[in-house]
């Protein structure tokens, strides 16, 4: 039975002591910021997650590029030529157009080498939560689940992923086409902060708003409350941009729930250029079909 290899977009945004024990590949992205290329690739990084916020908070922006073919077939290449095949985890469609580039890549790939499994999923998550699916995928793997099972269970369970998303300025969202300028300048005045989650489709879709940075925190608990399905001992991601003391809090309000697994992580460079630096982010094995 041949071995395989998981690989992942670098939108997966994983807690420092989760990162250093993952055997995965991460497929390279690209931000440009002030004429400057960075290579986001997790510990591989040019430029590390906290410095691009600095980056940001002095009012550059920054612009992604997605994934290409050719750098899709270069990795994949590699694991075949050393006998591995492959489960490649990607971005959501619905955000990206990286999923589409590693399908493209795959119809060659099955000329080329006709003999390995190549299975390219479209995750329909983003940052912590693509990366929590990732991290369960790993574990899973250690299990001994053949390449097929994995691939199996992958598309099975990428939908019970939860991302619940805020953010406490709007400039970010208004210059990706989030919200409008009328809907931003509002709410900037009146301290309106948007209550954003992942849909079935893997899009962000704003479900509620809140008045202060405190209730929005405590929305994104209340949520938890009424969508976590795997009990207090499953994982829980939270992370943030330059919010530190927002995550804390709202981790310490996770605890106090009695959520005994909760990890603090920044979200990367490939995100926060769409969100920016005061969002914070809570990820769990949940349902997407609000109630």
């Given at each position: 039975?041949?071995?395989?290899?998981?690989?992942?977009?670098?939108?997966?945004?994983?807690?420092?002591?989760?990162?250093?024990?993952?055997?995965?590949?991460?497929?390279?992205?690209?931000?440009?910021?002030?004429?400057?290329?960075?290579?986001?690739?997790?510990?591989?990084?040019?430029?590390?997650?906290?410095?691009?916020?600095?980056?940001?908070?002095?009012?550059?922006?920054?612009?992604?590029?997605?994934?290409?073919?050719?750098?899709?077939?270069?990795?994949?290449?590699?694991?075949?030529?050393?006998?591995?095949?492959?489960?490649?985890?990607?971005?959501?469609?619905?955000?990206?157009?990286?999923?589409?580039?590693?399908?493209?890549?795959?119809?060659?790939?099955?000329v080329d080498y006709p003999d390995r499994k190549l299975y390219c999923i479209d995750s329909l998550c983003a940052t912590a939560g693509h990366g929590l699916l990732v991290y369960t995928a790993v574990q899973k793997h250690k299990e001994g689940y053949t390449v097929d099972d994995l691939a199996e269970w992958i598309e099975n369970?990428?939908?019970?992923?939860?991302?619940?998303?805020?953010?406490?300025?709007?400039?970010?969202?208004?210059?990706?086409?989030?919200?409008?300028?009328?809907?931003?300048?509002?709410?900037?005045?009146?301290?309106?902060?948007?209550?954003?989650?992942?849909?079935?489709?893997?899009?962000?879709?704003?479900?509620?708003?809140?008045?202060?940075?405190?209730?929005?925190?405590?929305?994104?608990?209340?949520?938890?409350?009424?969508?976590?399905?795997?009990?207090?001992?499953?994982?829980?991601?939270?992370?943030?941009?330059?919010?530190?003391?927002?995550?804390?809090?709202?981790?310490?309000?996770?605890?106090?729930?009695?959520?005994?697994?909760?990890?603090?992580?920044?979200?990367?460079?490939?995100?926060?250029?769409?969100?920016?630096?005061?969002?914070?982010?809570?990820?769990?094995?949940?349902?997407?079909?609000?109630?």
């Amino acid at each position: 039975m041949a071995e395989y290899r998981i690989m992942a977009d670098a939108t997966i945004d994983f807690p420092e002591e989760i990162e250093k024990e993952m055997d995965i590949t991460i497929i390279p992205m690209t931000v440009e910021m002030g004429g400057t290329d960075y290579t986001i690739c997790g510990k591989d990084s040019t430029i590390s997650a906290m410095e691009f916020f600095d980056h940001l908070e002095k009012g550059e922006i920054a612009r992604t590029a997605q994934v290409t073919t050719a750098t899709f077939y270069q990795y994949f290449e590699e694991a075949f030529k050393e006998g591995f095949d492959v489960i490649h985890i990607s971005f959501s469609s619905a955000l990206s157009k990286s999923y589409e580039a590693s399908v493209l890549c795959a119809e060659k790939m099955k000329v080329d080498y006709p003999d390995r499994k190549l299975y390219c999923i479209d995750s329909l998550c983003a940052t912590a939560g693509h990366g929590l699916l990732v991290y369960t995928a790993v574990q899973k793997h250690k299990e001994g689940y053949t390449v097929d099972d994995l691939a199996e269970w992958i598309e099975n369970n990428k939908l019970n992923v939860a991302h619940w998303v805020t953010v406490d300025e709007l400039d970010t969202l208004l210059r990706g086409g989030r919200i409008t300028r009328t809907s931003a300048a509002l709410g900037t005045m009146l301290s309106i902060k948007p209550i954003i989650h992942v849909d079935g489709e893997g899009k962000l879709v704003a479900v509620n708003k809140v008045r202060g940075r405190k209730k929005s925190l405590e929305a994104m608990l209340q949520a938890y409350r009424e969508n976590a399905s795997d009990g207090a001992e499953s994982p829980v991601f939270v992370t943030h941009g330059t919010a530190i003391q927002d995550a804390q809090t709202l981790r310490d309000m996770l605890i106090a729930e009695g959520v005994k697994n909760v990890s603090l992580c920044y979200v990367g460079p490939v995100i926060g250029a769409h969100t920016g630096p005061t969002v914070v982010t809570l990820h769990f094995f949940g349902d997407r079909n609000l109630r």
